[in-house]
């Protein structure tokens, strides 16, 4: 079954930097755009960035455009989200998933933003 496992979140001051990893497996992930999402607390998870399958397309949310950066590597079947000059307001848990057809959730990584 289709399975992600994400990790690399933690406590970071605003400015800081955090890299996101998520290994991904029961699915042909080599033809599948991929994404990032997050869930702040009281609020609806949403998309802030997606790749396609060889990486050629990729898109960001507004509010983290400029400053995340997401790749992939098709080898390996894990997919990254590089995250710079963080702000309190990017604290959230941090999941990905296919981009369509969403898969079952994994637990995520807290990413949490704080002096």
């Known amino acids: 079954q289709e399975q992600f496992v994400e990790s690399g979140g933690g406590l970071v001051q605003p400015g800081g930097s955090l890299r996101l990893s998520c290994a991904a497996s029961?699915?042909?992930?080599?033809?599948?755009?991929m994404g990032w999402y997050r869930q702040a607390p009281g609020k609806e998870r949403d998309l802030v960035a997606s790749?396609?399958?060889?990486?050629?397309?990729?898109s960001y949310s507004d509010s983290v455009k400029g400053r995340f950066t997401i790749s992939r590597d098709n080898a390996a079947n894990a997919v990254f989200l590089q995250m710079d000059s963080l702000k309190p307001e990017d604290t959230a848990v941090y999941y990905c998933n296919k981009l369509w057809d969403l898969g079952p959730w994994g637990q995520g990584t807290q990413v949490t933003v704080s002096s």
């Open positions: 790749i396609t399958t060889g990486g050629l397309l990729i």
């Open positions: 029961g699915f042909t992930f080599r033809s599948t755009a």
